[in-house]
């Protein structure tokens, strides 16, 4: 029973590039969350999407960033543009049901290290 | 909104001794309290989690928490810690009555067992 899958688990761009972080919830999961760690910091919200809906998206930065959870495939995190400061951990988390029950257990994913040069 | 507040950016502990880790939260709505450990560059997994009925939860690895409504807490202990405890811990909240949204994180505590 695979867990949260994210690929890739470090990525290296240089400064204006785009970066593209994939996450393939566990298998039952409809709902997917995006959280960033900075260094020395904790997590932070970013983005809670179901398939094809953006439900709370008030942890996203304003610009270059965007985040989709399509019918088909696995969720992407867009960062267009990068800047020095988005380097970065990335977690996708997953869980069964959005809120209520057992079901809202979130589970985490390894995490996609994003160091921009 | 909620906040989570981890006292505690570091604790060095000797191996064998016992170790409680200080997390204390706010929120104007019910909350579930999750505490999660990160090893160095891996991803978080779950240790413990409260949603309702007993206040005294066990976890994974020998971990327990307690949740204490009145003080708005949620402390990690465990009776005895080895080397390989050694990560980072993090307290989490998560609404409780509806609505979308994720959890909310403490800064972390560095839990750091010296032998």
């Known amino acids: 029973n695979a867990g949260v899958m994210q690929n890739p688990r470090h990525l290296v761009r240089r400064r204006g590039q785009e970066a593209r972080l994939r996450c393939s919830p566990m298998k039952g999961h409809s709902h997917v969350y995006w959280y960033r760690q900075l260094p020395e910091e904790g997590l932070k919200f970013m983005v809670y999407l179901q398939k094809e809906n953006i439900i709370d998206e008030s942890g996203m930065p304003k610009e270059r960033f965007s985040a989709e959870f399509p019918k088909e495939g696995p969720s992407i995190l867009r960062i267009q543009q990068v800047v020095r400061g988005d380097s970065a951990a990335y977690f996708c988390?997953?869980?069964?049901?959005?809120?209520?029950?057992?079901?809202?257990?979130?589970?985490f994913g390894e995490g996609s290290w994003l160091t921009v040069v | 909104a909620q906040s989570v507040t981890q006292l505690d950016s570091q604790v060095p502990v000797f191996e064998e001794a016992p170790v409680e880790l200080r997390c204390n939260y706010s929120s104007s709505v019910s909350v579930y309290l999750f505490w999660y450990v990160q090893y160095p560059n891996q991803g978080l997994q779950l240790l413990l989690k409260y949603l309702s009925g007993s206040t005294l939860v066990k976890g994974i690895n020998g971990f327990e928490a307690e949740f204490n409504k009145s003080q708005t807490s949620f402390h990690l202990r465990k009776p005895s810690v080895h080397i390989s405890d050694t990560a980072e811990y993090f307290c989490?909240?998560?609404?409780?009555?509806?609505?979308?949204?994720?959890?909310?994180f403490g800064k972390g505590t560095h839990l750091i067992i010296q032998p």
């Open positions: 989490a909240v998560r609404n409780s009555g509806g609505g979308a949204d994720g959890l909310t």
């Open positions: 988390a997953s869980s069964q049901t959005g809120t209520g029950g057992s079901g809202n257990t979130i589970y």
